[in-house]
């Protein structure tokens, strides 16, 4: 039997080239050697985004595409909305029960979030996500979840909540192990650390070649290469990183004439962009493919959620037994 995974996107919009060397490259490759289950985090999203919903309806559907365009096979993989499933919820307060709240303020990635999004004061439901999180993991006892760096805490909170339950009361919960991904973090196109939505400095997905061409003309490389003749140093350059990321096979001799200033970096620039649209090409077709076939994206959503359902359902109903809150 194969070893099932569930990994995920908050649906906050559309996904980016962060996403997509992080994670959705991995997802494509790993839907054949396991069970691949792909969460829809629309609750999770609802922590940073509760007063504007109908933005994350739209996001369903984005999310949703961008991962079947990177080439996931819905006969494969399994889509879940995550507000549609009872489990999620129900297992959500059980956990809630076992974790402190001192516990979830220490949480790394949880005090970085809190700061970036502006935070002073938390709301119970963004500072217990991961407590959700765990629920999203488990409902269906996933043996892994592929993950970043910045998810680890959550995967060791979920490991600590799944022992401290099974161990309360006799459950046998798949205790969760992460994979770690092995690409580093795509800095942004104004060379901040990390490509992100709300930091502007992204490339999407879904971007056609012109709006992907303008965003790399413009993006930032070396700034102290004030002209063609002297040499740059691509450790600092951005383009660079990207080269590595999307045209390895080119980026040596890149990094070289760049160092020796054979190369500018309106040339260097042009060999960047024509290789990010041969690798977009098809992910671009299949996306537009699914624009136009909205009713498919639902009827993949539907049906994975309904099955994830009918798994969590069965799950749900023996852990209730176990913990003597089934009346006989
Ligand atoms: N926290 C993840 C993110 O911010 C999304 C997510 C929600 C997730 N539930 C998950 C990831 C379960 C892995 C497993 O992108």
Request: negative net charge; hydrophobic residues 35%; aromatic residues 8%.
């Amino acid at each position: 039997m194969k070893k099932r995974i569930l990994t995920g996107d908050r649906t906050t919009g559309k996904l980016h080239l962060g996403h997509y060397a992080g994670s959705l490259i991995s997802r494509a490759q790993l839907q054949d050697e396991y069970e691949e289950f792909i969460l829809l985090a629309d609750v999770q999203a609802l922590t940073t985004h509760f007063n504007n919903p109908e933005l994350i309806n739209g996001s369903i559907y984005d999310v949703a595409m961008d991962n079947l365009s990177v080439g996931l096979d819905p006969e494969k993989v399994t889509f879940i909305q995550q507000s549609m499933i009872p489990a999620i919820a129900e297992l959500t307060i059980f956990y809630s029960m076992l974790v402190t709240v001192n516990q979830l303020g220490h949480n790394p990635t949880i005090k970085t979030e809190a700061k970036n999004y502006g935070y002073k004061e938390l709301t119970y439901g963004f500072l217990g996500y991961p407590v959700s999180q765990t629920a999203d993991i488990t409902f269906c006892n996933a043996d892994l979840v592929p993950v970043g760096e910045d998810q680890i805490p959550h995967i060791e909170l979920a490991r600590k909540i799944v022992r401290k339950f099974n161990d309360m009361y006799g459950t046998e919960i798949t205790e969760p192990e992460y994979k770690l991904s092995t690409v580093s973090r795509l800095p942004g196109l104004d060379g901040n650390a990390k490509m992100g939505k709300s930091l502007g400095n992204a490339v999407y997905l879904s971007d056609s070649e012109d709006v992907l061409n303008e965003k790399i003309r413009n993006a930032v490389t070396d700034t102290n290469r004030i002209s063609v003749k002297i040499s740059g140093n691509p450790d600092v350059c951005t383009v660079y990183t990207y080269h590595k990321a999307f045209n390895a096979e080119e980026a040596g001799n890149v990094c070289s004439m760049c160092k020796n200033a054979e190369i500018g970096c309106v040339a260097c620039k042009k060999l960047l962009m024509k290789r990010m649209n041969e690798i977009l090409a098809p992910i671009r077709e299949r996306r537009h493919y699914y624009e136009e076939h909205l009713d498919e994206v639902r009827d993949i959503i539907h049906t994975g959620t309904a099955k994830a359902n009918r798994i969590g359902n069965e799950n749900i109903a023996k852990i209730k037994e176990k913990m003597h809150i089934v009346l006989s």
